[in-house]
């Protein structure tokens, strides 16, 4: 059943190239419109379909391979503004309306960004690469088929062979996809500066909100008390001479109210930074959340050492949440604190009824502010019925471990032989030596295929192109992994 899921899959896959080879045309047709004519309103519409088929396939790819190819489209371009006077900027030029402004940005963004010519030139290989990837182990059974009927008994191997590589050919397809549809670095790093200023300015905010939220406290709690207790204590002198026993009574007033101005700052400083966080860590301060909470908290801590100051309070304050949360429905709370190479990994888990959903301006909604400052992130899972378990992951919240030594020698040179060598085989003795075998070209020299007797040719052909499909892929995976490796130990 597996593998016909992934024959249907492949067959799938191919059954786009029905949408991709239209596209292609009147993608090639207005480009070429736009700079050989100067037809530069067509251009903008061509790449948004390309786009469209490019997303069609994105999504296809993660739902049948598993493989989550990201857009790597740079940022589009801001509307333009309006000026005091009225008229829009664009360059030395002025508009009445912001519309050629706004075409005019939109059409550079796409000449300027990789993707486009990337994708473009995706556009017209991939039907091929789709063809033998994809759809070929169905190809390989029906030759197969066909030789048997024509009384060739080795052609039953071909069957079992596309079985075998059925699966293998559907992942290729997959990393092929993502080396051609994928981000580059380049347009990773312009998202990740995106990303920190967006995170930036939501700090700010937040920031400047606590600061509300604390000069409020103080203002209407231990100042407002603080003034009391001095009109109480004004009162008591002058009490002092005539009414001796009012003024002790008075005083005794003032005491009591200073020491629950004292007890309000403390709470205060405590909302602000535990001082049992500062003194303790993170481990010992959640334990002394589980003991001052309703329910039965287990904890279970398995951390070699401190995160940060700014780390260690978003996290206790997120559990701090989730522990209110989880005292209004659960009677039972397990909260697991552990590390994940450089991740911090924190799970709360309760026996409550579940049905729990993130709300804008909610408490979860607040727990994934805090912890988007640190790259963080809250799974939530909270099925009706239960139980309901929250994941806070913070990814380079702790320092790197030292990495094993180990050498990468013989994967710089299968890398390297992977990118210097695949194109032999997928492309002049894979992809253009099928052209040769279908129009019945005669033998020549440097095409292996055209010297095999004719009802190998075809399988040759394949075999090459799967080869060369194979070390592309290889190589891509190999390249990912370095980096990957690099990025963790730096």
């Not at 005019?104 to 039907?127: G, M, S």
């Not at 204590?233 to 003032?254: H, W």
């Not at 049905?355 to 640190?374: D, K, Y």
């Amino acid at each position: 059943m597996k593998h016909i899921k992934v024959f249907g899959h492949g067959l799938a896959l191919f059954a786009v190239v029905l949408v991709q080879i239209p596209a292609a045309l009147i993608a090639l047709v207005g480009t070429a419109l736009s700079f050989m004519l100067g037809m530069v309103f067509l251009f903008p519409p061509s790449i948004r379909l390309i786009r469209a088929v490019a997303r069609l396939d994105r999504r296809l790819v993660l739902r049948w391979t598993g493989i989550k190819i990201n857009e790597p489209y740079n940022p589009p371009p801001p509307p333009p503004v309006r000026q005091r006077d009225g008229w829009y900027r664009d360059g030395r030029t002025l508009y009445r309306k912001p519309t050629m402004p706004a075409f005019n940005a939109r059409l550079n963004w796409y000449l300027r960004d990789p993707a486009t010519w990337r994708e473009l030139v995706w556009l017209l290989i991939d039907p091929w690469t789709r063809a033998v990837l994809a759809a070929g182990p169905t190809v390989l059974i029906g030759y197969g088929v066909y030789q048997t009927w024509q009384g060739n008994l080795w052609g039953l191997a071909l069957p079992v062979i596309a079985v075998v590589i059925a699966p293998w050919a559907l992942r290729i397809y997959g990393f092929y996809a993502m080396a051609m549809l994928g981000p580059t670095a380049a347009t990773q790093l312009i998202g990740q500066v995106r990303h920190l200023n967006q995170v930036r300015v939501e700090a700010v905010d937040f920031q400047a909100a606590e600061l509300r939220r604390i000069e409020r406290d103080l203002h209407d709690g231990a100042q407002a008390r603080m003034v009391a207790v001095g009109m109480t204590i004004g009162a008591a002198e002058q009490l002092m001479t005539s009414d001796p026993e009012a003024a002790k009574a008075l005083l005794a007033k003032a005491r009591e109210s200073s020491a629950t101005a004292l007890a309000e700052l403390r709470q205060l400083v405590r909302g602000i930074h535990p001082p049992v966080l500062a003194e303790r860590g993170l481990g010992d301060a959640i334990r002394a959340l589980a003991l001052d909470s309703p329910l039965k908290v287990e904890v279970s801590v398995d951390l070699d050492e401190r995160p940060e100051s700014p780390v260690e309070s978003a996290v206790y304050f997120a559990v701090a949440e989730l522990l209110t949360n989880a005292s209004r429905y659960a009677t039972k709370v397990a909260i697991d604190i552990s590390r994940r190479d450089r991740a911090l990994r924190i799970t709360v888990a309760d026996d409550g009824p579940g049905g729990a959903e993130v709300h804008p301006g909610g408490g979860l909604s607040g727990i994934e502010r805090r912890l988007t400052t640190f790259d963080g992130v809250l799974a939530l899972s909270s099925p009706p019925g239960g139980p309901t378990v929250a994941t806070l992951e913070l990814p380079f919240a702790l320092s790197a471990q030292e990495p094993e030594t180990r050498s990468a020698g013989w994967r710089g040179v299968v890398m390297a032989l992977c990118w210097t060598l695949c194109w032999i085989p997928l492309i002049p003795q894979g992809i253009v030596t099928g052209f040769f075998v279908a129009f019945d070209s005669p033998p020549m020299s440097w095409f292996l295929a055209l010297y095999m007797p004719e009802p190998l040719q075809w399988p040759t052909v394949f075999a090459m192109i799967t080869l060369g499909a194979t070390m592309l892929a290889g190589g891509i995976v190999l390249s990912a992994s370095v980096t990957r490796e690099k990025g963790i130990g730096c």
